[in-house]
């Protein structure tokens, strides 16, 4: 059983950054695929950004050249740097690690970009 926890959100003025940070329990974090998910209210979640095992990265359209992915395996910790944020950027973010067979959730952690 893997246990994600994350952490970072908060409120920033529009043009503002934050970075979050997700840190998960148990062994072979290595191995997760590793995203970051947001929902605002009355929308279905999205996907944001993902980091596979190898570090490779992929990004929505509406965060590229804005937002950076990463991880550090010898923490167990995935990061979302969040640059230039936007008011449409406000949501629960959630971090979410699959590998084969299994996918886990953190909580999720708000944001609001408000001046």
Known sequence: ?????????????????LRLSCAASGSMFSIYTMGWY?????????LVATIFSGGNTD????VKGRFTISRDNAKNTVY???NSLKPEDTAVYYCNGRAVGSA??????QVTVSS
């Open 1 to 17: 059983q893997v246990q994600l926890v994350e952490s970072g959100g908060g409120l920033v003025q529009p043009g503002g950054s």
């Open 38 to 46: 947001r929902q605002a209210p009355g929308k279905q979640r999205e």
């Open 59 to 62: 990004y929505a359209d509406s």
């Open 80 to 82: 979302l740097q969040m």
């Open 104 to 109: 886990y959730w953190g909580q999720g952690t």
